[in-house]
């Protein structure tokens, strides 16, 4: 019996979406693969359906440097009401905890000095942590505490941008793994009256920012789909690129290394390789040496 072919199509590529609040990354995902009649799609850095802004979405062979996007830096925009902790660290959860005390705006930005730099953060437990092959959301959900353990994260700015007696908005840029629903229940304990996020709005991943980025509604409904793909090597643009010859790409695509020669060739590092601006291939120089992790399958 013959297997039934697919009439999905061949798309490599990049999408800056602007997550709408109220939808999964995973259904974000499934629609943009709708639109592009995609064989391969995936996202680089869960969005909570609270939150709002940047998801990249790689198509085909970008998913190969989805590693690269994920581990790059991230900014966000939040709002924290206090008085009130919550089993999410989000508006969505139960209540957990109240107080009637208000922190006052110099205690605030007093405290953020607390929060910046490299810290030890435990994550909420409503995250998509793995703890023994279950996510941590799942086991929560059944109403099980989640042993999560203290990690250190990268917290490079957190500033205070305005405050009311009950809110306070920030704006925050961070290494991966940070939560900021951590850092607002961190900030309501330390200040003595609780927090939690009640709006979260993620403006930069890596190389995509929120200027570059396209709403579902303008992919699906003003025919700029075509406009908001970008090419794989999107997800390369923090890594240097080094420029190889037909032959020599032809040998990184079988897998084999290759000596770097010339004065600008990098002398360390992961880097990627290019061939008529089509990327080739992506890993690390050792003793001046190319050796490929990944190739990729595109016509240069």
């Not at 996007?69 to 924290?80: H, L, M, P, S, W």
Request: net charge neutral.
């Amino acid at each position: 019996m013959k297997e039934k072919r697919s009439n999905r199509a061949v798309v490599d590529g990049w999408v800056a979406l602007d997550k709408p609040v109220g939808l999964t990354s995973t259904q974000a995902v499934s629609r943009l693969k709708r639109v592009y009649n995609a064989k391969k799609a995936g996202h680089a850095g869960t969005l909570d359906p609270l939150a709002s802004g940047i998801l990249p979405v790689a198509f085909g062979e970008a998913t190969k440097t989805v590693p690269f996007v994920q581990d790059g830096e991230k900014a966000y925009k939040f709002t924290v009401r206090w008085g009130v902790e919550t089993d999410t660290d989000d508006s969505d959860g139960r209540v957990m905890r109240e107080s009637d005390a208000r922190p006052e705006r110099a205690a605030l930005e007093a405290s953020l000095a607390r929060f910046i730099g490299e810290i030890s953060q435990t994550p909420p437990q409503f995250s998509a942590i793995k703890i023994a092959g279950e996510r941590a959301y799942d086991i929560a959900r059944e109403g099980e505490t989640v042993d999560l353990k203290p990690r250190a994260v990268t917290i490079r700015a957190l500033d205070l941008i305005d405050a009311t007696r009950d809110e306070a908005r920030f704006v925050m840029e961070c290494g991966k793994g940070a939560y900021v629903r951590a850092i607002a229940r961190d900030l309501g304990r330390l200040l003595g009256c609780f927090g939690h996020v009640t709006a979260l709005r993620r403006t930069r991943v890596g190389p995509f920012v929120e200027e570059d980025s396209y709403t579902l509604d303008e992919i699906e409904g003003q025919n700029l789909a075509g406009e908001a793909l970008l090419p794989v090597e999107a997800g390369l643009a923090e890594l240097p690129c080094v420029i190889v010859d037909r032959d020599t790409a032809a040998r990184l695509r079988r897998g084999g290394s290759v000596i770097l020669r010339g004065r600008d060739a990098p002398l360390e590092g992961v880097v990627y390789a290019a061939c008529g601006g089509v990327p080739v291939a992506f890993g690390e120089i050792v003793e001046g040496a190319l050796a490929p992790s990944r190739v990729f399958n595109l016509p240069f």
